[in-house]
Each structure stands twice: as C-alpha cells, then as structure tokens.
C-alpha cells in the first residue's frame, strides 16, 4: 500500500494551495480533494488503495483546544 500526505502550502503569492505526495509522485491544487484527485490520476492501480485517514489536530466538537494539549503527550 502506498503512504500518501495532503499538506498545506503557500504558493508564489502566499495563497494556500494542497500538496499531495506519494514518493516520487505529487501534485498540487486549491483543495485537498482536488490535490488526492490529481495525484491519484498519477498512480498506477495497485499503488492506490481506498483506506483514507484524514488527521486534523485543531479543535473540533469531539476535542477542545485544552483536551488535545493535555494528551498530546500521550501521542509523542
């Protein structure tokens, strides 16, 4: 199974764009969505699976700002 990463970036003009990356293969687009789209257009068949994990660590309704600091910890 192939490892890929969506990251925020700036671009030239400091708007934020998406990399995706997947070893040797990456693409870039105005949305995360857009940026695994293209890249998954890059991949061959068997280098892309359907498991997805998306990772946010800001706050959300299920974890405040405190709960996710006191167990960061946890997770280093």
Do not use: C
């Not at 257009?41 to 280098?47: I, K, M, Q, R, S």
């Not at 800001?58 to 280093?76: C, I, T």
């Amino acid at each position: 199974m192939t490892t890929v990463a969506i990251l925020p970036v700036s671009d030239a003009s400091g708007e934020r764009i998406y990399r995706a990356v997947a070893g040797e293969k990456q693409s870039t687009a105005y949305t995360a969505g857009e940026a695994l789209n293209a890249l998954t257009a890059l991949l061959e068949g068997d280098e892309f699976s359907t498991l997805l994990i998306i990772q946010s660590f800001r706050p959300d309704g299920f974890f405040s700002a405190e709960q996710q600091h006191s167990n960061s910890a946890y997770l280093s």
